[in-house]
């Protein structure tokens, strides 16, 4: 797309008339199934479907025809609905991010799907615009035009290819040794567990009778015959085989051709996928910091991932899917030096941190130790008045130990720093993250204080921010810190509002009539 | 270092506010539990009667503890930088945020706290985490704190988004 036709109104590709239909029709499967029945009380199920058939295509067929979009000078439109007409328009200068998806059908015709997402798109879905079915050279030329003509003077024209300097550097890309961190996250664990569901509900249905089957039984009467310790090892075996070969397909499909790049306009880029390919573009101006997040099993192996903060980016349930994700699981060095260059500045990702003290400590055990001694106490009680199961109260006494080891590493994780402007948090055991937010993305102070902390003198600060999760605590740090931190990240906020405690009287002395703001 | 806190209370008003607001919540729970335990005759009778007990117990100790308590953490200040609002009883939260990021600021009335002629008023920052709500302010105060927050934030821009 050139300059010269922008502002006129544009359709999606024609190419999307064979993919809408395809997309709608899943969603219109119980209505098609609803016809079938209906219909074929009457005798003309088929005639029935058949219809119903013909109208959802037709209603696919709309979506190409009532969609529309133009780009003007300071916003991007996009016009779509068929009897209710809607019109989206979102300010150039507010949008952040790009993010370009195509999935398998997308790529087989050479289009892609693209996000643009402004400050807001993270809550509810408001003021994220979609545009599904541009070509690949399209969408190219759109995120170049939103993110990159801000900065680049006018003669450049976008038809002309770019000066021979390749604008882009890269910051990672994918080595094939990461592969080896993938057993250590919960994706194959997970995608296991869901096959297994899977297949035993298919069998179930298929009322599939694995006594009945020839090999199955077989297998059957060769486990019972084997020692039963044999049988377990055995089981777990195949489940670990099962379980490293679902990941790294997982890994392959999602992270295949991984690349992080920096571009000179401004802008972070990460792209990666096999089958469907994903290309998020970042405005760098909107990265407001960066997430090392380790999961227990991938930190035992020195493992992380690094997730982006910034605004734009949907948060919430698997970074991953909302296209924060700058590093997949891989090498904590690697990662480290990644995070470094990202955010420009290594010390926030390195620089020790503060430790909480003993009362903070003291916080986590009496939380995770208090909730399984109460529960404990409760199976107990059950067990003896009411005759309540024995194993419960057993595996609950079992596990307290493990309570207490989780509070220790919940101990060890907690920390804080200001390194380089910077706020450095980093909290949590089963999932550790250390968190780095830049003071210029931080919009205010909440200081949380429950009953109990009050009693310890503790507090928890947390940083609000319009980034990616909202917001970032530093949990259970002493009051008179807190309050050190918040004024040299953004000095003059809090100032006004704070008092050294040490004179009872200073409470009276800088009192101004009230009212007076 | 501590935090002051801030520099007004909420209306007086609000306790009464608070106390009817309660009531009203532990009343639905009393009553349903009173149903339960006509309308249910499945021989736990006494149980059921000592759930109520318990609940009224701890309801009564609520309406009567928690809106003065609540009165005397409730406050809020507007500074010429930044509001500054404190919230909670036994739970207490201070919330600071610069002026200048100030996206919206609602007034709200709810049906009780118009019975009472209170108002909320609510102060969002592009932050999903940091909106700052001041509860129980008599309406005339209410007013006039819209008036200067809108003022106030529209002289500057930007919203660190």
């Known amino acids: 797309m050139t300059e010269a036709d922008a502002g006129a109104w544009r359709r999606l ?63 991007v439109e996009v016009g779509t609905g068929l009897f209710q007409r809607r019109v989206r328009a979102v300010s150039r200068d507010r949008i952040r991010t790009v993010d370009v998806t195509a999935r398998a059908m997308h790529r087989v015709l050479g289009l892609v799907r693209v996000d643009v997402g402004t400050g807001r798109s993270d809550r509810e879905g408001g003021g994220a615009v979609r545009l599904d079915g541009l070509t690949a050279a399209e969408a190219a030329g759109l995120r170049e035009q939103l993110l990159h003509s801000r900065e680049q003077a006018p003669a450049a024209t976008a038809g002309e290819p770019a000066p021979a300097e390749d604008p882009e550097t890269e910051l990672a890309r994918l080595d094939p040794g990461w592969v080896r961190y993938t057993p250590f996250t919960l994706s194959g664990v997970v995608s296991v567990g869901v096959a297994v569901g899977f297949l035993a509900n298919l069998a179930s249905e298929a009322h599939f009778d694995p006594e009945r089957s020839g090999p199955l039984r077989h297998l059957a009467h060769q486990l019972d015959r084997a020692p039963v310790a044999l049988t377990a090892a055995a089981l777990t075996l195949l489940w670990l085989v099962a379980v490293v070969v679902a990941s790294t397909v997982g890994y392959a499909l999602a992270f295949w051709d991984f690349r992080l790049t920096r ?23 909107r990265l407001h910091g960066a997430e090392i997040s380790e999961p227990l099993l991938l930190r035992m192996v020195a493992g992380a991932r690094l997730i982006a903060i910034a605004t734009g980016l949907r948060v919430g349930l698997g970074a991953e899917r909302g296209g924060s994700l700058l590093v997949p699981p891989a090498a904590r060095a690697e990662v480290l030096r990644v995070a470094g260059e990202v955010i420009g500045s290594s010390a926030p990702m390195t620089c020790p941190l503060t430790e909480h003290g003993p009362r903070a400590r003291r916080r986590r055990h009496t939380r995770a130790l208090g909730g399984w001694a109460l529960l404990a106490a409760a199976l107990a009680i059950l067990h003896w008045a009411a005759g309540g199961p024995a194993w419960l109260l057993a595996a ?43 003071a210029e993305g931080i919009i205010g102070w909440n200081v949380e204080r429950s009953f109990f902390q009050r009693r310890a003198g503790l507090a928890t600060l947390t940083a609000t921010t319009a980034a990616g999760q909202q917001h970032y605590d530093v949990q259970d740090v002493e009051l008179g810190e807190a309050l050190r931190v918040a004024e040299e990240l953004v000095p003059g906020l809090a100032r006004p509002f704070l008092e050294v405690r040490a004179s009872p009287e200073g409470r009276m002395q800088e ?7 | 270092m501590s935090l002051r806190p801030p520099r007004h209370r909420v209306s007086r008003t609000a306790i009464r506010y608070w106390r009817v607001r309660a009531l009203i919540g532990w009343l639905v729970v009393v009553v349903a539990q009173l149903l339960w335990l006509l309308l249910a005759d499945d021989g736990h009778g006494g149980l059921h009667a000592a759930a109520l007990g318990a609940t009224a117990l701890v309801g009564l100790a609520h309406v009567i503890v928690m809106p003065q308590w609540r009165y005397n953490v409730h406050r809020w200040e507007m500074a010429p930088q930044a509001v500054y609002t404190r919230a909670g009883w036994l739970h207490q939260e201070s919330r600071i945020a610069p002026i200048s990021r100030i996206q919206t600021v609602d007034s709200e009335r709810g049906p009780l706290a118009q019975l009472f002629g209170l108002a909320d008023v609510t102060v969002t920052t592009a932050s999903a985490a940091g909106p700052l709500s001041i509860e129980g302010l008599d309406r005339a105060t209410a007013e006039r704190l819209v008036d200067d927050l809108t003022t106030a934030a529209q002289a500057t821009r930007g919203d660190a988004t």
């Open chain 1, 13 to 75: 590709d024609r190419r999307m008339l064979l993919i809408h239909p395809v997309q709608e029709l899943p969603r219109a499967v119980p209505a098609l199934l609803a016809a079938f029945v209906a219909g074929s009380g009457s005798g003309r199920g088929a005639l029935w479907s058949a219809a119903a058939l013909v109208i959802t295509m037709l209603f696919a067929f709309s979506r190409w025809f009532t969609t529309r979009y133009r780009l003007t000078d300071d916003r």
């Open chain 1, 263 to 285: 571009h000179r306009g401004g802008t972070l880029h990460v792209s990666r996928g096999l089958i469907t390919t994903r290309s998020v573009t970042i405005e760098e101006r």
């Open chain 1, 396 to 438: 609950a006494l079992v596990l307290l130990p493990v309570a207490a080891a989780l509070a220790a590493d919940r101990y060890r994780s907690l920390g804080h720093a200001i390194a380089d402007t910077r706020l450095v948090v980093r909290s949590g055991s089963l999932v550790r993250r250390r968190c780095v937010v830049s």
């Open chain 1, 511 to 517: 009192t101004r009539p009230p009212g007076t703001p």
